[in-house]
């Protein structure tokens, strides 16, 4: 009896077995397709040129840095990654703090025609990036910030926010009224229920909307690419774009090119890695506990 019921099991252990087979496969499939554009930049951008173009295709050729150097010596590298940089750190943080305030304003203070204005605002988001690019120009023209970070920061910041806003209204509206209606009864004054009872509690929130803007400002190529001109305000992205416009023996340069997609992965990895956790409770939306 005790031998049939051991077989009885191991049947029902192997029919799971076999059912969860192809979510396996399917698992292996995606991290497969997922992972071999990661796999393709890496290696070329660790590889020599010869290498690159070999036939039959070296999987696993020699690692080497020249490719890095090349760049430092063809472009102001060092100059773009430190506008990069610049510009994604400045976008991201005005972006959180000009969506914050008007996220508050939107979730707590009922004024005439709010409805209409956030609907205006996230209609807003549908406008395409490339046909407001005349009128822009035209602005930062009039305001003396063309080829110049704050005017690409500030072009940039004006295209997050909307959903930034839309956003942090909802993770807002979770935090219960009563708390600052406590906070105001002992004091506290408005700008204190913001920084010291409200933002604590829609942290995850921010960290989730400051990791996706400063990604889609450190990956944005349009803004730079239309609006500066001179290297002091140009960014890696548009590097590519110099980079591209180049020829070696072999045709266009993609060692140069996948090295600086190696040098634009790695700091969002970094960022990602450190950040996850807050990522997984800002998405959950688990701001009130």
């Known amino acids: ?34 992972l071999l554009p990661i796999y393709w930049m890496t290696r070329s951008a660790f590889s020599t ?12 050729p020699h690692l080497t840095v020249k490719n ?17 940089l610049l510009f994604a750190l400045s976008t991201t943080l005005l972006t959180l703090l000009v969506s914050y305030l008007a996220a508050y304003a939107f979730a707590r203070i009922r004024f005439p025609g709010s409805g209409l204005l956030m609907w205006i605002l996230v209609l807003s988001m549908a406008l395409p990036d490339i046909g407001t690019i005349v009128p822009l120009y035209r602005i930062l023209k009039t305001l003396h910030l063309s080829d110049s970070i704050a005017g690409i ?20 509206r979770q935090v219960p009224y009563e708390i600052e209606e406590a906070a105001t009864l002992d004091g506290a004054s408005l700008p204190q229920v913001l920084w010291r009872i409200l933002l604590p509690v829609t942290v995850p929130g921010l960290v989730t909307m400051g ?3 400063f990604v889609n400002a ?21 590097a590519i774009t110099e980079i591209y416009a180049g020829y070696s023996p ?20 970094i960022l990602v890695l450190f950040t996850q956790r807050s990522i997984v409770r800002g998405l959950t939306g688990g701001a009130v506990k």
Do not use: C
Request: proline share 6%; hydrophobic share 55%.
């Open 1 to 34: 009896m005790r031998m049939t019921t051991n077989r009885l099991l191991a049947n029902i252990h192997w029919r799971q077995k076999l059912r969860s087979g192809p979510v396996y496969l399917a698992f292996i499939v995606f991290t497969i397709v997922v």
């Open 49 to 60: 040129s010869t290498d690159l173009y070999k036939v039959p295709l070296v999987y696993f």
């Open 68 to 84: 890095f150097a090349t760049l430092l010596e063809q472009v102001p590298f060092a100059l773009y990654l430190r506008n990069s």
């Open 153 to 172: 920061t500030l072009v940039l910041t004006s295209a997050l926010t909307p959903f930034t806003v839309w956003v942090l209204v909802s993770f807002i």
């Open 211 to 213: 990791l996706i803007n």
């Open 218 to 238: 450190w990956n944005n190529l349009l803004y730079p690419l239309s609006f500066t001109t001179s290297p002091a305000a140009k960014t890696l992205s548009v």
């Open 250 to 269: 072999w045709g266009k340069p993609w060692e140069l090119i996948m090295a600086v997609g190696v040098t634009m992965t790695i700091p969002i990895v």
